[in-house]
């Protein structure tokens, strides 16, 4: 069974960090481009960041440059996320999504994972 399952996600304080974690199982994540979404309470859904197959990394949305940062490991069949000095308004679901290249636009990937809440407290 195709499935990517995220991780890491939970309630932290502002200034903290976070490192959440999409796992894939059923096939492998080399050759795959991973995003990472969000979606904020009464929000739409909202691309946060990419990594392509050959760990080039995307931004999507402004506020998180230089605070969070992309990787992948493809032996752990792995990608992290981690978000440094994190504020009240990175509070979300955040989700993992395949795709064959890296995109802003949710139809572009193939599957998602169930999601993980992030909040953070003032």
């Known amino acids: 069974e195709v499935q990517l399952v995220e991780s890491g996600g939970g309630l932290v304080q502002a200034g903290g960090s976070l490192r959440l974690s999409c796992a894939a199982s059923?096939?492998?994540?080399?050759?795959?481009?991973i995003g990472w979404f969000r979606q904020a309470p009464g929000k739409e859904r909202e691309g946060v960041l990419c990594i392509s197959s050959s760990s080039s990394s995307t931004y999507y949305t402004d506020s998180v440059k230089g605070r969070f940062t992309i990787s992948r490991d493809n032996v752990k069949n792995t990608v992290y996320l981690q978000m440094n000095s994190l504020k009240p308004e990175d509070t979300a679901v955040y989700y993992c999504a395949v795709g064959y290249y890296c995109s802003g636009y949710e139809s572009m990937y193939k599957f998602w994972g169930q999601g993980t809440q992030v909040t953070v407290s003032s």
């Open positions: 059923g096939f492998t994540l080399d050759v795959y481009a």
